[in-house]
């Protein structure tokens, strides 16, 4: 019979969406953002810094792995297991407890993001749109209807440039917008752009797709309807037309689609802005 299991401790600013199992006396620090995507991990895996994995993707036991998406590179040795120790003061024993499954509600709260001026440039959040408390818009940012603004997101429209985003579009967690002097960062609408993406000042199409991770830099484009892969890098002034299918570090056209790009399984739900909760800003 095991004594009464540690239970985690979860920061006020960290963020958890959907279910997801937190093992015994986990720490979730601040500013971390759970969603969960239908990835497992094995015991004992080691991860480089960087390393994405994608939405269903099943990691076996102790595994070192790195890359974007990522590639099983070797087993663990005692070597790594001792680094690791050394930075843990030593504790790294897995626990027998089975840990809780918590479920986060799909639910903004009260302060509903938030918003900066800068010099004489405030942000415009149009009718419906939904802000995430810890995502921050700054300066000459113009956002458009029912759009979903996630945790951890921050959109910066300095006294570089303006930044222009549709209606019904989804930037979620902890992707960052930004762009150089004299340039501009347009999203066109129902743009989806996948958690933890790099997006500089470059002119995404209408209905594309950007997967986590993903990074676009400043003056490139994609054209309508097109589909940006996990991790890939869009470097600066490509410009690629409808329905482009790009990947790779340095992305290049690996192929066209014949239509609209599928909803990703790690997107919210088209009616994602109408069920999480909506307070006056």
């Known amino acids: 019979m095991l004594v009464d299991q540690p239970q985690p401790e979860i920061a006020r600013s960290a963020v958890i969406l959907g279910e997801v199992h937190v093992g015994a006396g986990a720490i979730l620090a601040q500013g971390l953002v759970a969603r969960s995507p239908g990835s497992r991990l094995g015991n004992g895996c080691i991860l480089g810094e960087g390393t994405l994995v994608p939405p269903g993707t099943v990691i076996p036991a102790d595994s070192v792995l790195v890359g974007r998406p990522p590639h099983v590179i070797r087993s663990a040795t005692d070597t790594d297991r001792e680094r690791l120790a050394v930075l843990r003061q030593h504790q790294t024993n897995l626990t027998d407890h089975p ?8 639910r903004a709260g009260e302060h509903m993001g938030t918003l900066y001026a800068y010099r004489d440039k405030t942000p415009s959040i149009g009718a419906g749109t939904v802000l995430f408390d810890s995502a921050e818009i700054t300066g000459d940012v113009v956002i458009g209807d029912e759009s ?3 945790a951890g997101v921050k959109i910066i429209g300095d006294s570089h440039g303006p930044v222009r985003i549709g209606s019904r579009v989804q930037i979620l967690e902890n992707t960052v917008l930004h762009l150089l002097p004299d340039n501009e960062l347009i999203i066109g609408d129902e743009v989806v752009i996948g958690p933890g993406a790099m997006i500089h000042g470059c002119h995404i199409g209408r209905g594309s797709i950007v997967e986590p991770g993903a990074i676009v830099c400043d003056g490139s484009a994609t054209g309508a309807e097109s589909l940006v892969r996990a ?8 410009r690629f037309g409808d329905r482009s299918i790009l990947d790779g570090f340095p992305a ?6 014949t239509g609209p790009p599928p909803a990703p399984g790690w997107a919210l739900p088209p009616d994602a802005v109408a069920t999480l909760r909506k307070l006056p800003r």
Do not use: S
């Open 99 to 106: 840990g809780i499954i918590m479920h986060g509600p799909l």
């Open 252 to 257: 290049k056209l690996v192929g066209t689609l």
């Open 231 to 238: 991790g890939a890098c869009v470097k600066q002034r490509d």
């Open 148 to 150: 979903l603004i996630g």
